[in-house]
């Protein structure tokens, strides 16, 4: 994109960001003017206590509340739908999501149903959303997915076995109050997976074909970010410092892809979510070097950038961006990611996944054109690299 190509930059949410940001809760709840609260969240972040400080918050603050906490990994659409429907009954008037990317993306489709009725499925794709939106306030606990501060809500559709995406601003949290302390209870398995997701986020936003240039500015910054700190973040998860610094990659990770896209490794993560019911940030860390090799021939340039931002000095463009897949297969292999058979993906699933894939919008976002064909030779690379 040149300096003559105009662009739009939306950012509909007030961030507060650092150690004890989880503490303006009741503020920012008082500044909507609202009265009755549901929480968003799933039945880890309840045995983890999370869900208890949140309420305490609350309680704290003079605010009625109720507990949704039935949202399942890759949420689901009778999911949101019950959730919303809970909304409606209990006559809540705003919600505040907790945990990771699951409950904050099931939260932000809540929104829209508890508001306007309807299906999770009426409202996939942008443009679908005319009315108006519960708000929301979203309280991140893993540094991975940026949903916090993004306009999409990832919702599988359960009849189909696939992943749809409803993307408006409208559904943005209005408040994201991103605390790294939250963290600090994620066990390193965890910790491994959602920070190379976030990475992943960081890579993407940064190439793909519709980017412009402050989404590329934070993806760049992301991967400075997220390459110097998740070493540490996986191996001392009390490190407040690595916390932080992974905190804040993945939000900004969030933000880069949020005004650019995602590309081929989410729409592979997101057929394998959509089948196999897999982590998505799991999926997203073992597919990101296949897709990266894929995409050198037309991503050199930028992959030769990224591989800076790592702190690797080489200043030929081709060299610099093999040493960048390289350096992400490093951070893999150094915080004990496992490999594609850890998914229990089989083989005679590779043609459904590809199409799949390719119906993914994101497909036409990835800096090198993908097909079918394509996406199958992935499939089978990583399956063959067991």
């Not at 930059?9 to 809760?25: D, E, N, Q, T, W």
């Amino acid at each position: 994109m040149g300096v003559l190509d105009g662009f739009e930059f939306i950012l509909p949410s007030r961030i507060k960001y650092g150690v004890g940001a989880v503490k303006h809760l009741g503020d920012e709840l008082r500044a909507l003017g609202v009265s009755r609260v549901m929480v968003v969240t799933d039945r880890g972040i309840v045995r983890a206590g999370l869900c208890d400080r949140v309420s305490g918050l609350l309680r704290a603050s003079g605010f009625d509340y109720v507990v949704y906490d039935g949202v399942e990994p890759n949420p689901k659409d009778y999911n949101v739908e019950e959730a919303a429907e809970e909304a409606r009954v209990s006559g809540v008037d705003c919600l505040v999501a907790v945990g990771g990317g699951s409950p904050i993306d099931a939260a932000k489709a809540v929104c829209v149903l508890a508001k306007q009725g309807g299906k999770a499925g009426d409202y996939r794709g942008r443009g679908t959303i005319r009315g108006e939106c519960l708000p929301l306030i979203a309280i991140p606990t893993t540094a991975g997915t940026g949903s916090e501060v993004t306009f999409s809500s990832v919702i599988t559709d359960t009849k189909e076995n696939f992943k749809f995406t409803i993307k408006s601003p409208a559904i943005a949290a209005k408040t994201a109050l991103v605390d790294p302390e939250l963290t600090l209870p994620v066990p390193p398995a965890v910790t491994a997976s959602t920070g190379v997701d976030a990475l992943t986020h960081a890579i993407e936003g940064y190439t793909a074909t519709v980017t412009e240039p402050i989404a590329e500015a934070l993806g760049l910054y992301a991967v400075e970010l997220i390459s110097k700190n998740i070493r540490e973040a996986v191996a001392n998860g009390r490190s407040l410092e690595a916390r932080s610094g992974m905190m804040l990659g993945s939000l900004l990770a969030g933000l880069s892809f949020s005004h650019s896209d995602v590309a081929s490794v989410h729409c592979m993560a997101e057929a394998l979510g959509g089948m196999y019911d897999a982590p998505h940030g799991l999926c997203n860390a073992i597919l990101l070097p296949y897709v990266m090799e894929y995409n050198l021939p037309d991503a050199e340039y930028k992959y030769a950038r990224i591989a800076r931002a790592m702190g690797i000095e080489e200043r030929d463009d081709r060299k610099a961006a093999v040493l960048c897949i390289e350096a992400v297969k490093s951070i893999s292999r150094d915080i004990g990611l496992p490999g594609f058979d850890s998914l229990g993906v089989k083989e005679e699933d590779f043609e459904i996944l590809s199409e799949m894939s390719e119906r993914n919008l994101s497909t036409g976002s990835n800096p090198r054109p993908i097909d079918r064909a394509g996406y199958l030779a992935l499939f089978k690379k990583a399956y063959n690299d067991r």
